[in-house]
């Protein structure tokens, strides 16, 4: 086995999300250690959290709010952001996100209130 591998997000499929569309690469590997999300973010995004795994946010383009446990952050492009596990969230406006889930992204980890 390699010691690396490589995605091309042009070549992912999306797949709804509670805050738009993503593109989701890693999520498959064993080791389980960390998964990559190509991001839109919609207008109906939902809030919602996770207790799993801790999310990094990298604004790539637009500018909005991520509402973060109900304060709402103003972000724009090249902002990163740390979404601790238990932290109630949600993209707000239009924009796309480079979003790095560790440990990899669980779907049945996804919590509304």
């Known amino acids: ?30 080791e389980r250690d960390a ?33 973060l446990d109900g304060e709402m952050v103003p972000v724009k492009p090249l902002d990163t952001i740390k979404i601790c596990k238990g932290t109630r969230h949600r993209a707000v406006g239009e924009m796309t996100i480079l979003n790095v889930a560790v ?3 669980d779907p049945t980890d996804e919590h509304f209130d």
Request: with cysteine.
């Open 1 to 30: 086995m390699s010691g690396y591998k490589k995605v091309s997000f042009s070549e992912l499929e999306p797949i709804a999300c509670p805050c738009g569309t993503t593109k989701r690469a890693f999520v498959d590997l064993p």
């Open 35 to 67: 998964s990559v999300h190509y991001l839109k973010v919609s207008k109906e995004a939902k809030i919602h959290y996770h207790k799993t795994f801790v999310e990094f946010y990298t604004i790539l383009e637009g500018e909005g709010f991520l509402e």
């Open 103 to 105: 440990p990899t992204f």
